[in-house]
């Protein structure tokens, strides 16, 4: 009985989890549940490295990633993330292009290598950007 008061009072002091925006509510069930990281993040587009080609040609490789602004759910160090696609995945049957400069919010189940980078601050090279089933939705914020 004597620690209750404290455990009562920790509770109080230790912040809630934060409101999630209005599009998080928008999404089906199924979708929201997947997601383990939950992010406001800015949409951006830039040149990458420098690839070879092939037949003596080289070009600069387009990168697409965010820059996060704020986190609602799991552990993110990184300040940008990149992914490999600049189509959002389809939600009931709607996918939209992403525009550069415009919020996002983005909800990622990324694989054990992915939150390892994603957690720490590491350079992730565009090969390495979440892809495919790690990303589970992009809904622009108004």
Do not use: C
Request: proline fraction near 6%; glycine fraction near 8%; charge should be positive.
């Amino acid at each position: 009985m004597n620690h209750l008061f404290p455990m009562v009072l920790l509770l109080m002091l230790v912040p809630q989890s934060q409101k999630l925006p209005d599009a998080f509510n928008q999404l089906p069930e199924e979708v929201r549940e997947k997601a383990t990281v939950i992010f406001k993040g800015t949409y951006r587009e830039g040149r990458g490295p420098n690839v070879y080609i092939g037949g003596g040609t080289t070009a600069w490789r387009m990168e697409s990633y965010f820059n996060v602004k704020k986190v609602y759910r799991g552990k993110v160090g990184a300040k940008t993330i990149l992914i490999n696609s600049r189509v959002s995945p389809k939600i009931n049957d709607v996918s939209v292009n992403l525009e550069v400069g415009r919020d996002y919010l983005v909800l990622l189940r990324p694989n054990e290598k992915s939150m390892k980078v994603i957690r720490s601050r590491e350079y992730i090279p565009v090969r390495d950007g979440l892809e495919g089933e790690e990303i589970i939705a992009i809904v622009e914020l108004k």
